[in-house]
């Protein structure tokens, strides 16, 4: 009896901000890895989700969204998105009905030159009609000639199984690349530091969510409870007296939404602490970026 060939690889999901690729990994993977909210910028990072069964192994990436970069922090969150242009097995890019065909066009023909299979998928067709959507897909094969088109509602978990299916055809045979009980390449303060961001991007308006990040000083775990002590840094001192509110309590109001996801995301009850700290124009410090694991040039 012959043995059962392994398949694994690499799925990168690209595409502009807001059209929903946290969303549609999070449905692909079958677990909240990605941070969702309604503001462009949300994801930062590129984020694995590995998926697992006996005989196959699907690394998927959450990449942020791509975007003409006006400081230092974007420009390693668009290096994220150009370096899974050069290694995938399969890249999915996700546009969506109410976008600019014309948004980023360099980021388009790059897309146009790679040599392994995209799925371009359209997402959000629950907010357009069948003559509108079947335009959209010939304008998009016009443009994407070698891309499988899927229309898609990652919302609504339209069509995401024809997705994953297609996914698992096209795993090329390798062995898998991570242990198989891992669920993503990421360590457990990250998704700490992401849950806290994404109630910041929730609770704050107009620049404040932009102008943060959170930074996980202590992470001590026991058999009950897991003690964290968590910075939010800000680079203005105004911001600061925004983020802590009248008497602290927008961060305590903040620190208690976090802290009920944190513990539902452990299974664990959660002892957070949270303190905020100004570091001038941090986005655009060499030292502080790569201290908080973005890729610079």
């Known amino acids: 009896m012959t043995e059962k060939k392994h398949k694994s690889g690499f799925v990168n999901i690209v595409g ?7 969303t549609l990994m999070n449905k692909l993977v079958g677990e909240r890895i990605s941070i969702i909210t309604s ?3 949300t994801t930062r990072h590129r984020i694995m989700g590995i998926v697992n069964t006996d005989d196959m192994q699907i690394v998927y990436s959450d990449t942020p969204g791509i975007l003409r970069p006006n400081y230092k922090l974007q420009e390693s969150m668009l290096t994220f998105s ?6 995938a097995d399969v890249l999915l890019y996700v546009t969506d009905v109410i976008e600019t065909m014309d948004k980023n066009e360099e980021f388009l023909t790059r897309v146009q030159k790679v040599d392994f299979p995209v799925l371009l998928l359209i997402n959000k067709i629950d907010q357009t009609n069948q003559v509108d959507l079947e335009k959209l897909v010939s304008h998009w094969h016009s443009i994407l000639p070698n891309a499988e088109i899927i229309p898609i509602s990652a919302l609504n978990n339209f069509n995401i199984d024809r ?13 898998p690349y991570f242990e198989k009980d891992a669920l993503t390449d990421k360590p457990a303060r990250f998704f700490v530091t992401e849950i806290i961001r994404e109630k910041i991007l929730l609770y704050y308006q107009k620049e404040i969510p932009y102008s943060v990040e959170v930074v996980v000083e202590l992470f001590k775990e026991d ?23 009248h008497k602290g ?4 109001k903040v620190g208690a939404m976090a802290r009920k996801d944190i513990e539902r995301f452990f299974g664990k009850k959660i002892f957070l602490e949270m303190f905020v700290k100004v570091e001038k124009d941090w986005r655009n410090r060499d030292n502080l970026l790569k201290s908080f694991g973005y890729q610079l040039d």
Not at 82 to 87: E, F, I, K, P, V
Not at 163 to 175: F, G, N, T, Y
Not at 223 to 245: F, T, W
């Open 82 to 87: 150009t370096s899974a242009l050069g290694d």
């Open 163 to 175: 997705v994953k299916k297609r996914v698992e055809e096209l795993m090329p045979d390798s062995p």
């Open 223 to 245: 058999e009950k409870l897991i003690h964290i002590k968590a910075l939010i840094i800000a680079e203005r001192d105004s911001q600061k007296g925004i983020l802590i509110g």
């Open 249 to 252: 309590a927008a961060l305590k």
């Open 16 to 22: 502009n901000p807001n059209v929903g690729k946290s």
């Open 39 to 41: 503001k462009a910028q």
